[in-house]
């Protein structure tokens, strides 16, 4: 993080626009812009608010691009998400992601010239090569081509032994493609043992609820994970990883199976970790590995009994965070995402309140500022936390804790203390990856409710506000062919859409403070997350450096 030293971090005033305005910068996670039919539960729930904010189009609502290379992704046909998402919204700037990153790394082969698989493969002549991580080409937190090229590399590279611990996705991907993945990779690793390398799978379970909670949430997940991989023990033992998600989906999907563990004939596990070995998580994306990292790196570590702590060689696939310099090993350089607008707005006096419940808090701290944790200056910051229900599918409770952010939004705005108040409200994007339909809906009239909330108190004082989105997700629930059909599965039912979406998202801009003649300019039609920055410097009173993304705002002559 280029924090200090000979960074300026001086803003120039705005030419036009005034200074010491209260501002609200709400995030609506997974609520993008889709044609109005019934599997938009956008479109399906009431959403007076946000459809209010509409009518101000194009001077005041607008949208804006959330996607593939707007927000440094490989290609446009990967969708949005948190982790991008966010990182453009608050870095101002499209940065190469780490999905990106990672193919190229792979493609010029300098992953395996890197102080990272050097470390690591110094395990390969007496220990085993543990690969963990999520298995889909989801994009999102990890691909599974990437796998399959890591694979190659290490054991072309002398991995000898090599045990894949694999989380099932079927939350960036559909539900019940799971099977397949593990087909793929079971193929790939029966190609390696005819070259005379041992390679299995060794572990399995279902990504929500094993190993890849985030933020803290609920370290049972990390536990269960951390069994079943380390300690080689879970609920559930078998023979073949493929008839382990098949028996296993009888009762649960993709994202929830329980923890399995692979056993040989004697009923021993195949794969545990132990003293020696190396371990490479391969996920790229930071917030859903963090937790794991600790429990794989500190040694004083007290968030659940580790039982057996193995002394191994750890890195992972990228450093998930910047600040905590975690894990110290990775395989690839993250993304270095410099100067935020945070931190630039920090300098220049704005006083900043954060807040989101636990699903979703580090979404506008941690990756706003860059995948950083922590404050820039606790005098001027506070980042408030709602607890996140535990233990939960989202459609079960699909308010979440949005009216509890919307209110804690409020008496920041009301207190007088906060120039910029910032939340992420998680409804639309944690209740439409479970997938139900009716759930979700319930959950976009609640989000709307909370942005009601925080508009009122922003009329109060006087304020403005930006209401924007993260990515696309409930408002579209269905898989569609190219005409945008629904398409249905071979039992003739509806393929529903857990994942996020390619389409854009509204940003609207508003509230008495707005100045006269603020509209959105014309000539920016392809503006994207990363324009955000520039904008709400602006609003803020200030012009954004030069090598920002340009903003979306201008102030026309009355
Ligand atoms: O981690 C998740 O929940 C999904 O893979 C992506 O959702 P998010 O990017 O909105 O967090
Ligand atoms: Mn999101
Ligand atoms: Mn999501």
Request: proline share 4%; with cysteine; hydrophobic share 40%.
């Amino acid at each position: 993080m280029a924090s200090s030293g000979q960074v300026s971090f001086k803003l120039e005033d705005h030419p036009k626009l005034p200074k010491g305005k209260r501002i609200a910068v709400v995030v609506l996670d997974g609520w993008g812009e889709y044609k109005p039919d019934q599997y938009n539960c956008i479109h399906v729930a009431q959403t007076p608010t946000m459809d209010s904010l509409k009518q101000g189009a194009p001077d005041r609502w607008r949208l804006i691009r959330a996607h593939g290379n707007s927000v440094g992704l490989p290609t446009e046909d990967d969708m949005g998400n948190s982790e991008v998402g966010h990182n453009a919204l608050g870095a101002g700037r499209i940065f190469a992601q780490g999905a990106k990153l990672v193919d190229l790394a792979l493609a010029s082969g300098k992953i395996y010239d890197g102080e990272g698989f050097k470390y690591i493969s110094e395990s390969f002549e007496k220990g085993t090569l543990h690969l963990i991580g999520l298995l889909s080409d989801g994009g999102v937190h990890s691909r599974l081509d990437q796998l399959q090229l890591l694979l190659k590399g290490a054991s072309e590279r002398g991995a000898k032994r090599i045990r894949v611990h694999v989380l099932t996705d079927g939350r960036d991907v559909l539900d019940g493609s799971s099977v397949g993945f593990v087909e793929i990779l079971e193929n790939d690793l029966a190609k390696l043992r005819g070259k005379g390398v041992d390679a299995r799978i060794a572990s399995g379970g279902g990504r929500m609820y094993v190993t890849m909670d985030r933020y803290e949430n609920d370290w049972d997940v990390v536990k269960r994970g951390w069994d079943a991989q380390v300690l080689g023990e879970a609920p559930h033992k078998f023979k073949n990883a493929i008839e382990a998600v098949k028996k296993l989906r009888e009762n649960a999907n993709d994202q929830y199976l329980p923890p399995f563990v692979i056993v040989d004939d004697n009923n021993k596990a195949v794969g545990p970790i132990v003293d020696g070995d190396a371990v490479v998580t391969i996920n790229f994306r930071a917030d859903r590995m963090v937790m794991l990292a600790k429990a794989l790196e500190y040694q004083d570590f007290n968030k659940f009994d580790r039982i057996r702590v193995p002394k191994i060689r750890y890195a992972g696939m990228l450093q998930y965070d910047g600040e905590l310099k975690l894990p110290s090993c990775y395989l690839v350089s993250p993304p270095e995402i410099d100067r935020t607008s945070g931190e630039y707005l920090v300098h220049n006096g704005v006083r900043t309140f954060a807040c989101s419940e636990t699903v979703k808090f580090g979404h506008v701290t941690f990756f706003w500022n860059g995948n950083r944790s922590g404050y820039f200056n606790p005098q001027m910051e506070e980042y408030v936390e709602i607890p996140s229900d535990v233990g939960i599918t989202f459609n079960v409770q699909p308010k979440m804790k949005a009216l509890e952010i919307g209110e804690k939004a409020r008496d920041a705005i009301l207190s007088g203390k906060f120039d910029q108040v910032r939340v992420n409200i998680p409804n639309g994007d944690m209740v439409g990856h479970t997938g139900d339909i009716e759930a979700t809906v319930v959950a976009c009239k609640a989000a709307d409710e909370a942005v009601k909330m925080i508009l009122d108190a922003i009329e109060q004082v006087g304020g403005i506000y930006i209401v924007t989105a993260d990515h696309g997700n409930a408002e579209d629930m269905v898989k569609r062919n190219k005409s945008g059909e629904p398409l249905l599965d071979k039992n003739g039912d509806l393929q529903i859409l857990t994942s996020h979406t390619c389409q854009p998202v509204p940003i609207a801009i508003g509230g008495p403070g707005l100045a006269p003649g603020v509209r959105f300019r014309s000539d920016a039609p392809n503006g994207g997350l990363a324009n955000v920055a520039a904008t709400v410097m602006n609003l803020h009173g200030f012009v954004a450096p030069n090598d920002y993304e340009t903003t979306l705002i201008e102030v026309a002559d009355n």
